[in-house]
């Protein structure tokens, strides 16, 4: 069977910083009670009236200059993202309309903070098959819109950030190189620890005042469940990975977990006994971008030179639903 690989990685992050000292001027919060007990330093926000397929778009033009490649080359899109940007449809049909490749397929994928690896899965299968031969996977995420900015959800508000990450998939010259395999997995009694309830179709009117004034359209999370499942499953699913491969964490190169909480990914990287340098934390600069955090952190390595050939990268997400999952591939 084919291999699929890699070809080339972009990201984007809004120009707006939001230190934690910013949000202390609009939440009762600290830097200190922040970066303590998350890790994260400050986040991006976009400017109004920037959505995720414009976010998106740069990442992916960064990815196809990074590959040699033009819109026109890609013959599928998938686009992960938990911040739609409507309703309907698809914000991967949005993203091809600015694209301008009309006619090749786009598909949403919505397993939030998991949606890049369960995209990036896709994307290995069709190109494995020969189905496509060039695909496109882009996490991307506009929260800063939909965050409520009231004490209530200070837990939650502080962590996300804007942002967005894209891979192009394609067909590996060398049985050796590109993904070795990707695992992905979810537990629906969890959805209701961690979730947007509203609009829903379960709701008449998919929307209401009631709805509104209850705020049941920002997010709640039960952090403390989110934190123990998180690195029990990131642990779980990234040995999974690597014995599936013959590998163990001392072969892991590159840890890029999902960025949700600086605590879940030492406690994850230490348990796994893979030293801290290897291990992303670009949560700290970034916040929890969900979708987008890992090709965001993916591209950054990339970029800086510090992936080499041969290198290998082990992916970790862990997310609402739950959802989790794990790639591994040798670059
Ligand atoms: N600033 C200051 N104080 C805050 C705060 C904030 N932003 N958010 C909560 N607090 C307060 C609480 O009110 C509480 O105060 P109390 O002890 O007086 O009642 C105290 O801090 C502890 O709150 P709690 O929510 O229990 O904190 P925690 O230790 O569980 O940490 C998280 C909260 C969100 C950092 C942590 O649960 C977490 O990271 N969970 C995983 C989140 C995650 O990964 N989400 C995304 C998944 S994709």
Partial sequence: MRRARILGTGSCLPQRVVTNAELATRLTTSDEWIQQRTGVKER??????????????????????????????????????????????????????????????????????????YGLSIAEAFVQLGKYKRVLVVGTEVHSTGLDFSDRSRHITVLFGDGAG????????SADRGILSTHLHADGKFAEELWVPAPGSIYPGRITHKLLDE?????????????????????????????????????????????????????????????????????TR?????????????????????????????????AAGFTWGAAVMRW
């Fill in 215 to 283: 705020g049941m359209h920002y997010p709640f999370m039960n952090g403390k469940a989110v934190f123990v499942e998180a690195v029990t499953q990131m642990i779980n699913v990234s040995k999974e990975a690597l014995s599936a491969n013959g590998l163990t964490p001392a072969d892991v190169t590159h840890f890029v977990p999902h960025q949700a909480n600086l605590r879940i990914n030492e406690s994850v990287a230490q348990r796994l006994g893979i030293p801290s340098e290897r291990c992303d934390s670009s949560i």
């Fill in 166 to 173: 894209a891979v192009i998939v394609g067909e590996s010259e």
């Fill in 44 to 117: 991006r926000y976009v400017d109004d009236g920037i959505g995720p397929s414009d976010l998106a778009l740069t990442a992916t033009n960064r990815a196809l200059d990074a590959a040699g490649l033009k819109a026109s080359d890609i013959d599928f899109i998938i686009l992960a993202t938990q911040t739609a940007e409507h309703e309907f449809p698809g914000t991967a049909c949005f993203l091809q309309k600015k694209l301008g490749n009309s006619g090749v397929g786009a598909l949403d994928v919505r397993d939030q903070c998991t949606g890049f690896l």
């Fill in 286 to 318: 970034y916040g929890n971008c969900a979708a987008a955090s890992v090709p965001i952190a993916f591209d950054e390595r990339v970029r800086s030179g510090a992936v080499k050939e041969g290198d290998i990268v082990l992916m970790a997400t862990f």
